[in-house]
């Protein structure tokens, strides 16, 4: 009985350790992908912002052109 009981949980163990490691390398690969997407998602922000920046000089560019070209001619 107390051997076997001894063997148990000695297997238990073993087991558990091995699933820790795994939970910890899931972890870890979780925050690889994590740490990607942010850094796509944050670059995706800064391309759309200076797209739209570069929309609004656009619009003052033509606003300029259409009502004060007259003055540099």
Known sequence: GSLSACVMVFGTTKLVESK???LYQQSADFNKIA???YVKA???YYKAND?????D??????H????YHKYIL
């Open 51 to 55: 797209a739209a920046t570069y929309d």
């Open 20 to 22: 820790t490691v795994y």
């Open 57 to 62: 000089w656009k619009g003052a560019r033509r």
């Open 42 to 44: 944050e670059d995706s």
């Open 35 to 37: 740490k990607f997407y």
């Open 64 to 67: 300029w052109m259409h009502f």
